[in-house]
């Protein structure tokens, strides 16, 4: 079996991710794209019409990515162990991926096409979402109640997984979002039902 070698476009998103991990901070640009990828610029606009198409490349791959393993996650297996597993899948995505994790936090997208954000606070709408739905099926499934509401409850743990994973951007992807957390999650796990 031989390596598929990945087409320019995956080229250039892989590249994208590369320079957002290696470059906190900074700015990207797309005559530094085109040197990291090794192609002129007009090269990268004949498979992305502007930058802002890009980073939706990246957005849609963090989209594939987690939605499709949530998808298997909610298939079986007990609330509480599917809201840790939906926890945990986000916090090893991003410490996997500390590149893309720019464009989750927004640092990434300063100055971008608000189209970007907006895509962005979809996802996390989505993911939210998911937790609720996953917290209200544990009534009827299980005959469990959150202590909160569904929704109360879902976004708090959205606020805590985020803020793990703005912490690690911040550190400058030193703090690893799975640090220290089995312990944590020990913590909040009594707290999700009466």
């Given at each position: 079996m031989t390596d598929k070698k990945p087409s320019r476009k995956e080229q250039i998103l892989q590249s994208l991710a590369h320079m957002l991990e290696a470059e906190p901070g900074g700015r990207i640009t797309t005559a530094g794209l085109a040197r990291e990828v090794g192609v002129s610029e007009a090269a990268l606009y004949r498979h992305f019409p502007s930058k802002a198409k890009m980073f939706e490349g990246l957005i849609s791959f963090i989209e594939e990515a987690?939605?499709?393993?949530?998808?298997?996650?909610t298939e079986d297996g007990s609330a509480a162990s599917q809201v840790e597993?939906?926890?945990?899948?986000?916090?090893?995505?991003?410490?996997?991926?500390?590149?893309?994790?720019r464009l989750l936090t927004g640092d990434a997208l300063t100055g971008e096409?608000?189209?970007?954000?907006?895509?962005?606070?979809?996802?996390?709408?989505?993911v939210e979402t998911q937790l609720k739905q996953v917290l209200r099926d544990a009534e009827f499934k299980e005959g469990l109640r959150t202590q909160a509401t569904?929704?109360?409850t879902a976004n708090l743990l959205l606020a805590v997984v985020e803020g793990r994973i703005a912490q690690f951007v911040r550190s400058g992807f030193k703090q690893k979002p799975?640090?220290?957390?089995?312990?944590?999650?020990?913590?909040?796990?009594?707290?999700l039902f009466r």
């Open positions: 987690i939605f499709s393993r949530i998808n298997r996650i597993q939906i926890l945990a899948l986000m916090l090893a995505f991003t410490e996997r991926n500390p590149g893309i994790t096409n608000e189209r970007l954000h907006q895509r962005i606070q979809q996802f996390y709408d989505r569904p929704t109360i799975s640090q220290d957390w089995p312990a944590q999650w020990e913590l909040l796990a009594p707290t």
